[in-house]
């Protein structure tokens, strides 16, 4: 196994090498190339999705009579799911955790008698009413359609995103939302909304700074002019833009 590792590691650096220039999403991964390949990477931040799609009616008019925290992730352990699990209910409040996962049994394990979990069939919408109904504060939705993401990321009291991520659209998404969101200070988002008051940046997350946090966030605001912002910053279509001008002009120069 050591020999196969090695020899591997011996092909990656080398296949590093192959390709004329290397392109990554923050200044925070571009710094791990640069640290493991020895190689510059030019940074390209992505595009938001469409978060245009109209809410879904009968669920955006329940989620507004409660009050919950969101996750939107996959479930894996450098996500810190856990602790924001654990922060919501030392705090009596309600999270909901949409995403897959290996974790997920695990993180189903922590506080089984308030967890519940989507059933197969079974809406959003009623999933949501037989967490309240039974007073329960870990609610696991698994997939979610487009329109469900949009209705639950607009209704929510904050979104959370505690692992260190390359980059993290989830943060940016809960800005354009208009929600406030919690976020790792190492992740690639935290560099690009740093100026925004409604992101808090966590340098190290954990119990008692990610309830001051939350405790924080009540009350914050997102401004009409920071979703303007944020959205012409990181539209589709700069995007494309920039992958034009930095490879085919590039190309062309060269």
Same mark, same amino acid.
């Given at each position: 196994?050591?020999?196969?590792?090695?020899?591997?590691?011996?092909?990656?650096?080398?296949?590093?090498?192959?390709?004329?220039?290397?392109?990554?999403?923050?200044?925070?991964?571009?710094? &791990?190339?640069?640290?493991?390949?020895?190689?510059? =990477?030019?940074?390209?931040?992505?595009?938001?999705?469409?978060?245009?799609?109209?809410?879904?009616?009968?669920?955006?008019?329940?989620?507004?009579?409660?009050?919950?925290?969101?996750?939107?992730?996959?479930?894996?352990?450098?996500?810190?799911?856990?602790?924001?699990?654990?922060?919501? %209910?030392?705090?009596?409040?309600?999270?909901?955790? %949409?995403?897959? +996962?290996?974790?997920?049994?695990? #993180?189903?394990?922590?506080?089984?008698?308030?967890?519940?979990?989507? +059933?197969?069939?079974?809406?959003?919408?009623?999933?949501?009413?037989? =967490?309240?109904?039974?007073?329960?504060?870990?609610?696991?939705?698994?997939? %979610?359609?487009?329109?469900?993401?949009?209705?639950?990321?607009?209704?929510?009291?904050?979104?959370?995103?505690? +692992?260190?991520?390359?980059?993290? #659209?989830?943060? &940016?998404?809960?800005?354009?939302?208009?929600?406030?969101?919690?976020?790792?200070?190492?992740?690639?988002?935290?560099?690009?909304?740093?100026?925004?008051? /409604?992101?808090?940046?966590?340098?190290?997350?954990?119990?008692?700074?990610?309830?001051? /946090?939350?405790?924080?966030?009540?009350?914050?605001?997102?401004?009409?002019?920071?979703?303007?912002?944020?959205?012409?910053?990181?539209?589709?279509?700069?995007?494309?833009?920039?992958?034009?001008?930095? %490879?085919?002009?590039?190309?062309?120069?060269?």
């Amino acid at each position: 196994f050591q020999k196969a590792t090695t020899w591997l590691r011996a092909w990656d650096l080398a296949a590093s090498w192959r390709p004329d220039e290397l392109f990554t999403l923050s200044t925070r991964s571009a710094r &791990l190339i640069e640290r493991i390949y020895q190689r510059s =990477a030019q940074i390209i931040y992505p595009a938001l999705p469409n978060l245009e799609l109209a809410p879904l009616p009968d669920l955006a008019a329940y989620l507004q009579t409660q009050s919950f925290l969101l996750s939107l992730s996959r479930l894996v352990s450098y996500k810190r799911i856990d602790l924001l699990i654990k922060v919501a %209910v030392d705090r009596g409040e309600r999270v909901v955790i %949409v995403g897959t +996962g290996s974790a997920r049994s695990r #993180l189903a394990q922590l506080f089984p008698s308030l967890t519940l979990q989507r +059933g197969r069939s079974e809406s959003c919408l009623d999933a949501f009413r037989r =967490a309240v109904e039974s007073e329960k504060l870990i609610v696991f939705l698994a997939t %979610v359609t487009e329109r469900e993401r949009v209705t639950l990321l607009r209704a929510a009291r904050a979104v959370a995103m505690l +692992g260190a991520e390359d980059f993290g #659209l989830v943060a &940016l998404e809960a800005i354009v939302a208009r929600r406030p969101v919690l976020l790792n200070a190492a992740a690639g988002a935290s560099e690009v909304l740093r100026s925004y008051p /409604a992101a808090i940046r966590l340098p190290s997350p954990d119990m008692t700074t990610v309830a001051q /946090a939350l405790e924080a966030s009540r009350g914050l605001k997102v401004s009409a002019e920071q979703v303007s912002s944020l959205k012409r910053r990181f539209s589709p279509t700069r995007f494309i833009e920039q992958i034009k001008e930095i %490879v085919y002009d590039g190309v062309t120069h060269d």
